[in-house]
């Protein structure tokens, strides 16, 4: 980066402003103003085009949420430095809202030597994430006008299916991809489908390569667990096993080999497995807006029970076709008889083509009308195994398919600001007759 960066201070010792200004003229980073509260420092940050803040979130008015509308900024991204109490917890904090770094205060000759690389990286990986594909970014104000409408709450949603094959996890990916890297909230996809774990594969991770997964979690508890005789999933345990992805979207990989499954950590002590399951849940509340858990097709493996039951919405995934339907509907009264009811579960009809003969009507009485159609996805079998062998989610795409539309619609049940998203992003024409002829020939 050779260009002057500039930054405006939100800070109000003396002491820690000196050695600021003395260091920063050094390296020739410009300092365009020092303010003493959160608002001015962001209006200031605004109308004087800078490319950071250095903030301390011990200024008046100073909120996490700041950080964020200053990331978003539609002109340019403006990125944030903390200038952190030392002792305090507000790193952790700000960091989930897009701090992208910090030093501690006060500050002494070592700290403050650190603040010009420190700066550089932060404007460098901001200026990244907004020329990346996935951004498209939701403004303060439409975000406000669509969540006056209804707003929305923290979710955690499994994503499931009794049949394989229909596209669960092509879903589950996308889904997690809409919500951490479109609509940048913080967004955990967890892996944890014990009979088949590929969602790594549309993500771009080599799982045999990557130490971090969730058999790695198990191992780590378990061991800590035999020695304490409390199975507890810290924080730190959970955080050392997830792969940040795009924008604000972490990932924790699934098994690395399908024998796993049948490994002590998992199969010992069944209720074990259950509750640490719940308890990884638990602690990604702290963290994450969103955990969207990818499920595998027999409930009766504790794993897979424990993301229906911990789960707020349950995403059953089903294509257009008998045996499909078949499937759900022979789930559907032990799932009923579980829960009590099926108010948590909610159909996605996938690979929809009117020619199919089915209509999602058809498919909600042939299910008893016990569960709503909430997304229709249509089909598009050549789009979907593109975006997997090239390791591209469709909804991280700048011009969305119809399919990616789809998806992107399927996230805004969860989070409605992604609406905006779709006002703005150009979809791409669908086939015509003859690409979707060939489409159907290559099947």
């Given at each position: 980066m050779t260009e002057q960066i500039s930054v405006v201070v939100g800070h109000t010792a003396w002491n820690d402003l000196q050695l600021i200004g003395?260091?920063?003229?050094?390296?020739?980073?410009?300092?365009?103003?020092?303010?003493?509260?959160?608002?001015?420092?962001?209006?200031?940050?605004?109308?004087?085009g800078a490319d950071c803040i250095l903030f301390s979130p011990t200024l008046p008015g100073m909120t996490p949420a700041l950080i964020q509308e200053l990331l978003l900024y539609e002109d340019h991204p403006i990125a944030a430095v903390g200038l952190i109490p030392a002792g305090s917890a507000y790193a952790s904090e700000y960091?989930?809202?897009?701090?992208?770094?910090?030093?501690?205060?006060?500050?002494?000759?070592?700290?403050?030597g650190r603040l010009p690389a420190i700066i550089r990286d932060a404007v460098r990986t901001a200026r990244e994430e907004r020329a990346a594909r996935s951004f498209a970014p939701v403004t303060a104000q439409e975000a406000l006008e669509i969540l006056d409408r209804g707003g929305w709450q923290q979710q955690t949603v499994a994503v499931y299916s009794p049949k394989g094959g229909v596209g669960k996890t092509t879903i589950a990916v996308n889904l997690a991809c809409a919500l951490g890297g479109v609509a940048l909230q913080p967004t955990l996809l967890i892996d944890a489908d014990m009979s088949r774990a590929n969602a790594h594969i549309p993500l771009g991770v080599d799982i045999e390569q990557e130490p971090k997964n969730l058999f790695a979690l198990y191992e780590r508890v378990v061991s800590e667990g035999s020695r304490s005789g409390r199975y507890i999933v810290r924080a730190q345990t959970l955080q050392a096993n997830v792969v940040p992805r795009a924008g604000k979207l972490h990932f924790l990989p699934g098994i690395p080999k399908m024998h796993m499954a049948g490994m002590p950590e998992f199969v010992e002590d069944p209720q074990r497995t259950m509750d640490i399951f719940a308890d990884i849940l638990r602690e990604a509340r702290g963290y994450y807006t969103f955990r969207v858990v990818d499920t595998g097709p027999d409930f009766n493996l504790p794993i897979h029970w424990a993301a229906l039951t911990e789960a707020d919405t349950v995403l059953i995934v089903l294509t257009p076709e008998l045996t499909a339907i078949h499937d759900v509907r022979n789930a559907l009264p032990a799932l009923e008889r579980a829960f009590g009811s099926l108010q948590r579960f909610r159909?996605?009809?996938?690979?929809?083509?009117?020619?199919?003969?089915?209509?999602?009507?058809e498919?909600?009485?042939?299910?008893?009308?016990k569960c709503p159609v909430v997304a229709t996805l249509?089909?598009?079998?050549?789009?979907?195994?593109?975006?997997?062998n090239l390791a591209r989610p469709l909804t991280l795409e700048k011009k969305l398919s119809p399919l990616g539309e789809a998806l992107v619609r399927l996230a805004a049940m969860f989070y409605p600001p992604l609406e905006a998203v779709l006002r703005r992003r150009p979809v791409a024409a669908k086939p015509g007759l003859f690409r979707r002829a060939r489409a159907v020939v290559a099947e």
């Open positions: 003395q260091v920063l003229e050094r390296e020739g980073i410009g300092l365009l103003s020092v303010l003493s509260d959160a608002v001015s420092l962001a209006d200031q940050a605004r109308a004087l960091q989930r809202f897009g701090m992208k770094g910090f030093v501690t205060t006060p500050l002494d000759p070592v700290q403050v159909l996605v009809l996938n690979g929809f083509d009117e020619q199919f003969g089915i209509s999602p009507k498919v909600v009485k042939a299910l008893g009308g249509p089909y598009d079998p050549t789009g979907a195994r593109l975006s997997i």
